[in-house]
């Protein structure tokens, strides 16, 4: 195994394309994982958080449309997830960068 910070840190920023492409966000950041888990030191870690975090917003982003209707409490739900899908990234990628572990809060353990 070797050692690319730089290629964990463009796995986190890569779910910023959301905001160009919509579902590039999650394809790009599970396409490094799937690929370079068992070769990257650190790697499966980290893609196994992406991963974890960006199926959780879109099901938060799911319960949020019927709350649209019912209570108007969706646009803010909506709101603050497309918030948190922006900051966060950013500071994991710094994370990265500085070799600590990646933390996304709001994220259900689908794979672990």
Known sequence: MREDNQLIVFMHLSQLLDLV???GGFLVPLIIWL??????YKLDAHGKA?????LS?????????P???FFGI???MLLALACINVI????????????EP??????FRFIS
Not at 57 to 65: H, N, R
């Open 21 to 23: 492409t919509g579902v």
């Open 35 to 40: 690929r370079n888990r068992d070769r990257i």
């Open 50 to 54: 992406i991963v974890n975090f960006q």
């Open 57 to 65: 917003l879109f099901v938060l982003a799911f319960i949020s449309i």
């Open 67 to 69: 709350l649209i209707l």
């Open 74 to 76: 969706g646009i803010l």
């Open 88 to 99: 966060f990234p950013v500071i994991n990628a710094i994370r990265a960068g500085q070799d």
């Open 102 to 107: 990646a933390y996304y809060p709001f994220s």
